[in-house]
């Protein structure tokens, strides 16, 4: 099973940018962990960062046959990815937004979610256990629709 996870603009970041909201852990350090889980669970994982929203678009497009489910962190795409909402809809395989903050408890124009009406489910405000809970969430939906 080939789950895909996609970090947005800025989250290569990590660790350095406003550590008072996103902690310390760097991106590098959130990609093992979810490594370990992948292989906890036996699945395997394709990753990318980008700060471009039609690399994460392609990257999407490109894998359409092959993946089982993915996450994502849009980052600053969740409030205006329309076109990342629209490829988020085209895939065959569900989809589940992640965000190491709660965007609820923020600026009031990072409450809304573009992204969330497109995704299956989202997991927020939890840090670096956002993309871990979403891996384990997203392997159980994959495996419940292969049954």
Do not use: C
Not at 131 to 139: K, M
């Amino acid at each position: 099973m080939k789950i895909l996870v996609l970090h947005g603009p800025n989250l290569n970041l990590f660790g350095r940018r406003e550590p008072h909201i996103y902690g310390t852990t760097t991106l590098a350090q959130i990609n093992s962990q979810l490594a370990a889980l992948s292989s906890e669970l036996e699945v395997t994982l394709e990753t990318i960062q980008s700060n471009h929203e039609g690399a994460l678009i392609d990257f999407l497009h490109l894998h359409m046959d092959a993946a089982q489910g993915a996450l994502i962190n849009p980052a600053g795409l969740t409030q205006h990815g329309v076109s990342l909402h629209d490829a988020i809809k085209a895939m065959p395989f569900p989809v589940l937004e992640v965000h190491m903050s709660n965007i609820a408890a923020r600026e009031p124009w990072r409450s809304h979610s573009i992204i969330s009406p497109a995704v299956k489910g989202t997991i927020q405000g939890l840090g670096p256990q956002s993309y871990l809970l979403g891996l384990r969430g997203i392997v159980a939906l994959a495996r419940q629709l292969a049954v």
